[in-house]
């Protein structure tokens, strides 16, 4: 598979990177030449039942192996500093962002990308 | 209260003792530049503890809570945690002083500590050579005699392979073994808190104390921790490792690898024989496909794990007028090349019509190589015995090709994907630089394979510094 | 139920809907931290480092949160899957802490169930069925008019546990669709998992519609219409989308797949701003958190912990009280209401007079003073004793409205207070023979006159016969002894 600039514009958008024209060309060659490397799991047998990764006898977990779950009751890991202290901006409480300047009215969670 | 098994140095090494190698090292044309940050009015919170009063260096990217904790990045110029990492509590409560946060690759991506926005650290028996990465500051702090424990983090190799570059004792536990909460992520099926040592014992009491299940990591095991510091009883006498059977792997003695470093595992091997282990050779046919499968898994995990530096909550925030600007100088400005590839590559394997091709795929092959694991070790063979990395520490600037950098995680990524425990150590000099030698263990056994290291480590003495 | 629309032009249209919802669970803290779910704070008082997103922060999932997902599950018959994954779903928004979404993707919690929202004209059930269920994390909240140029991001609700049910597209009607999240919101409400309140926020309801000829079966291109904030503003959204992919597909065009949002104070459904191309979400599982594992025993406990759901208690409620379907359906509202109903059906001996007086003086009483149903101050025991009253005829339905007004002021014995109060009736035959008496004896001729076959007179002569025993006399016995001295 060949990664084109376009492909790596993209990318970069994708993951708000914000590259200028000038990073691209050597970030494409950068980028295929790595994943040409990569190219060689393509002709990997892998069996079917191969599973994951992780012991099979699920250690994280209590005696039968099953995931500790958290119980509700617990309180959370307290913050030792205020939020105003490693917040960049914030007001009334509110972490303060600059405006979306496509956002309408009605209300950020109907604009929301998801 | 030290044990009798070698800790006494541990306990000898006072803070003064730290601050006055730490004037002497850090700073100046020659200097190490190990240390992003210090705190010269540290002290024990717990007198009686086991680690009371023993200085500690803290990689860069573990939480504290009084020092900042900047990855080594720009993005996290200047941001004081508001908690603390469950490891670093745990040394802490134990009465470790923490002297200082390390200089790193930044955000753990690199194997050199050449990334670092805050310029590389050198490594102390060279100061042309890196000292490896990413976790170079606290390699370089423990190397040049500031502390003797210091705490790294491991995602394909980087406590191991700094420790071999350096020539100390380097572990990396079983993924699980150690919580991650507050270990600043980079790839989070990857990553594990690992501890430095000058000496096998005092890398080990290190584990010990900060190993054990946390509420707080979901991934973290809910495995007893054993005494993991050997008694002298258990590495001395004529066969203290009567009965172990170490595997060395021929896929890591390929005829291309450096015959001096070759030369030095042998000689290795030769001691564990005298000290009673069966020596066996054994196969792990995947190892080849290691590197692509950890640098297409990596980098994905990262590119989601690094989504939260935007400026919003906390870091730095570039200015703009509006939200989509901000997100993009913000990040462009906060991360170095590097992090920006990986997460461009993260990215773009993970990206519609590449998922199950690369990402889904690599995973596959991951839980093949796992597997490979699993049956060496069922089938007779308690531990791996193999070269640390593949060369001794390259000259800085001197690997320009990022392909060629991830190379030299060769030998070390393969634990990582496994997710299984392994340890370098000194085992000789090559053309006067370091050379380490690494075991690799089945899951949850960190006990006998600090045990076998100890053993060799006595057995060696001073040829580990030949 | 469901009837195609047929246009101008003769094609018919079949509508096509299904609906994605989200409801929040009534959990004490979040779904991935120990925070609270309590609403109404000051700006992000509610926050800690892991739904703050901060560097080295870790996800570890809340028990009650997986009890109260299988429970909403198993109320809408779905499968629980012994194993399902937590996955990332990845994009960039300011009230979206890690960049990443907590959710589920290829490997949901629970898959194939059904919800039935009426009968057919042959009596069978209507049955949308459930695609799946999974669990995630919400998101913060944005504000974007409180400061100028800016938006202000509050993380209070970053965190709090999800289910999304997602239905098949069986929907075909803007009723239908209206049904299908009102039987929903109600089976939530019964199983006590959510408040399941479409106004306040633990509801929210998406709708996703296309069209397409009537009997043809692929699908159109589909539109989703976002922010419905009540059950008749999903109604009226649809049949105005509904209209709108008629009219355009009628003229020739296509669909945009886009999504819509709902303007409840326009009455429109406009596209939503601000959509840059399509979304890459890069689902992959969370390698923060292992597989999500539900035992059988887990299963079992909370179908143990369901109650008798909506339609079981409409099925029985029918059979039993022989109720109309109007009252069923008012009765079932809440499982509040419905199960006082049934206590109230124990203590008074009958359901037509107990779904009366609930549905009628106990909720508009309810309504007015704001007080929740089981605060009201009448207890049941005194309501059913009430209506034993009324239905014996010992108190005339007027007097058994004005004792409950008494009844909320004083805990008394009702039959104590009709006594008090001079309205138990009198049913005795010798005082209201007396009575009887008395008034015929003081109207001489209108006596005259019944008893000489005057039917008309006997309502006079009742309302005297009342008057004289100030009310309490038994209307229905007076009307029976003066007919029978009829002649």
Redesign the interface.
């Known amino acids: 598979?060949s990664?084109t600039p376009e492909?790596?514009r993209?990318?970069?958008?994708?993951?708000?990177?914000?590259?200028d024209e000038a990073e691209l060309p050597p970030?494409v060659d950068?980028?295929n030449?790595?994943?040409g490397?990569?190219d060689?799991?393509?002709q990997?047998h892998?069996?079917d039942t191969?599973?994951?990764?992780?012991?099979p006898a699920?250690?994280?977990?209590?005696s039968?192996g099953?995931?500790?779950?958290?119980?509700?009751?617990?309180?959370?890991?307290?913050?030792?500093?205020e939020?105003e202290?490693?917040?960049?901006?914030m007001?009334?409480?509110?972490?303060?962002?600059?405006?979306?300047?496509?956002?309408?009215?009605?209300?950020?969670?109907?604009?929301?990308?998801? | 209260m030290s044990r009798d098994s070698g800790l006494s140095a541990l306990h000898a090494h006072s803070v003064d003792a730290a601050w006055a190698a730490y004037d002497r090292v850090q700073a100046g044309p020659e200097g190490l530049n190990a240390f992003l940050a210090i705190d010269r009015d540290a002290r024990t919170a717990a007198p009686d503890g086991p680690l009371a009063g023993v200085p500690v260096a803290i990689k860069d990217n573990l939480a504290t809570l009084r020092l900042p904790t900047t990855c080594g990045s720009r993005m996290l110029e200047g941001y004081v945690s508001p908690f603390e990492a469950t490891a670093v509590r745990r040394l802490r409560e134990a009465g470790a002083v923490v002297i200082g946060k390390t200089n790193m690759d930044e955000f753990a991506m690199g194997s050199s500590n050449e990334n670092s926005a805050y310029g590389p650290v050198r490594n102390p028996l060279d100061p042309t050579r890196v000292p490896g990465g990413s976790s170079g500051g606290s390699a370089a702090a423990v190397a040049a005699g500031v502390v003797r424990v210091a705490l790294g983090s491991e995602t394909g190799g980087s406590v191991r392979q700094p420790a071999a570059f350096c020539g100390i004792v380097g572990i990396k536990p079983t993924y699980g073994r150690v919580s991650r909460y507050g270990l600043v992520a980079y790839a989070s099926s990857l990553d594990n808190v690992g501890v430095f040592g000058s000496t096998v014992a005092e890398a080990a009491l290190g584990l010990e104390i900060i190993a054990g299940h946390d509420r707080f990591d979901a991934t973290s095991a809910d495995v007893p921790v054993s005494s993991l510091v050997p008694t002298r009883e258990s590495i001395s006498g004529a066969s203290p490792l009567a009965g172990l059977v170490v595997g060395v792997p021929r896929e890591y003695f390929p005829d291309s690898l450096d015959a001096d470093i070759a030369a030095r595992c042998r000689r290795a091997l030769d001691h564990l024989r005298s000290l009673g282990a069966e020596v066996r050779e054994v196969s792990l046919p995947s190892t080849d496909l290691a590197i692509p499968v950890y640098y297409i898994i990596a980098p994905a995990e990262a590119s989601s794990n690094l989504a939260r530096y935007d400026g919003v909550r906390f870091g730095q925030r570039a200015a703009a007028e509006d939200l989509g600007p901000m997100y993009e100088r913000t990040r462009s400005r906060g991360f170095g090349a590097e992090v920006k590839r990986r997460i461009l590559l993260g990215t773009y394997v993970l990206s519609a019509g590449y998922y199950d091709a690369y990402y889904k795929r690599a995973q596959a092959v991951r839980a093949v190589i796992a597997q490979e694991f699993r049956a060496v070790f069922a089938s007779g063979v308690d531990l791996l015995f193999t070269p640390t990395a593949p060369t001794p520490a390259f000259r800085l600037g001197e690997v320009s090709d990022p392909y060629a950098m991830y190379l030299s995680d060769i030998y070390t990524v393969t634990a990582n994907l496994a997710g299984i425990p392994a340890m370098s150590q000194p085992i000789g000099r090559v053309r006067g630089m370091p050379v380490g030698g690494q075991f690799l263990a089945p899951a949850f056994a960190e006990a006998r394979m600090i045990q076998a290291a100890a053993a060799l480590e006595r057995s060696l003495g001073s040829e580990a510094q030949q | 139920m469901s009837t195609p629309h047929t246009s101008a032009a003769g094609q018919d249209w079949e509508l096509v809907i299904g609906l994605e919802v989200h409801c929040q669970l009534r959990t004490r803290s979040k779904i991935f931290c120990g925070c609270a779910t309590s609403f109404g704070e000051a700006p992000n008082v509610n926050t800690c480092p892991v739904c703050l997103g901060l560097p080295g922060a870790l996800p570890v999932i809340n028990d009650h949160a997986v009890a109260l997902a299988v429970r909403a599950s198993l109320a809408l018959e779905c499968t629980v899957h012994d194993e399902s994954i937590f996955a990332r779903k990845n994009y960039f928004y300011p009230d979206l802490p890690k960049g990443y979404q907590i959710s589920q993707f290829d490997r949901p919690l629970a898959t194939s169930g059904q919800v039935v929202i009426g009968r057919q004209a042959d009596g069978s059930p209507r049955v949308i069925r459930v695609h799946r269920v999974h669990m995630e994390e919400d998101a913060g909240k944005s504000v974007h008019d409180r400061f100028p140029q800016a938006s202000a991001i509050d993380l209070n609700r970053a965190g709090t546990p999800l289910v999304e049910i997602v239905s098949e597209p069986d929907i075909r009607s803007a009723a239908e669709a209206a049904a299908y999240a009102r039987r929903l919101r109600q089976i939530l409400e019964y199983a006590d998992v959510s408040d399941a309140n479409m106004e306040e926020g633990s509801l929210r309801v998406d709708v996703n519609i296309s069209i397409r000829p009537v009997g043809t079966s692929a699908l159109g291109t589909k539109t989703e219409i976002k922010n419905l904030n009540s059950f008749s503003a999903i109604e009226r959204a649809v049949e105005i989308e509904f209209a709108r992919q008629v009219a355009v597909l009628t003229s020739g065009g296509h669909i945009e797949q886009q999504t819509m949002l709902y303007d409840d104070k326009r009455n429109v459904v406009r596209p939503a701003r601000s959509k840059e191309g399509s979304h890459d979400y890069r689902y992959f599982p969370d390698p923060d958190l292992p597989p999500l594992r539900v035992t059988e025993a887990e299963r079992q406990a909370q179908r143990d912990a369901l109650p008798e759901l909506p339609e079981a208690r409409r099925t029985r409620f029918a059979r039993d009280y022989g109720l109309p379907e109007v009252d069923i359906e008012q009765l079932l509202a809440s499982r509040l209401l419905a199960d006082r109903f049934e206590i109230l059906v124990k203590e008074s001996g009958d359901a037509r007079r107990a779904a009366n007086w609930l549905l009628g003086p106990v909720l508009a009483s309810v309504n007015a003073s704001g007080r929740a149903l089981d605060a009201h101050p009448v207890s049941l025991a005194r309501l059913g004793a009430l209506i034993r009253l009324e239905a014996a005829g010992d108190v005339s339905n007027t007097a058994a409205r004005q004792l409950f007004t008494l009844l909320e002021q004083e805990d008394i014995e009702p039959r104590v207070l009709a006594e008090r109060e001079g309205v138990l009736q009198v049913r005795d035959d010798s005082a209201l023979v007396a009575w009887i008496d008395e008034v015929l004896a003081e109207n001489p001729t209108e006596a005259a006159r019944f008893v000489g076959g005057e039917r008309k007179l006997q309502g006079v002569l009742v309302g005297l016969v009342m008057k004289k025993s100030k009310g309490a006399a038994d209307p229905k016995k007076v009307n029976q002894l003066l007919a029978a001295r009829a002649g």
Do not use: N
């Not at chain 1, 779950?69 to 030792?80: G, K, N, T």
């Not at chain 1, 007001?91 to 990308?113: I, K, N, W």
């Open positions: 598979m990664v492909d790596v993209h990318v970069a958008r994708l993951a708000r990177l914000g590259l970030l950068q980028l030449g790595i994943l490397h990569m060689v799991l393509q990997v892998v069996p191969i599973g994951d990764w992780r012991q699920a250690s994280a977990g209590d039968q099953h995931p500790k779950r958290r119980d509700d009751a617990l309180p959370p890991d307290q913050l030792a500093r939020r202290a490693f917040a960049p901006a007001r009334d409480g509110f972490f303060l962002v600059p405006r979306l300047a496509t956002h309408g009215a009605l209300g950020a969670s109907s604009e929301r990308d998801a």
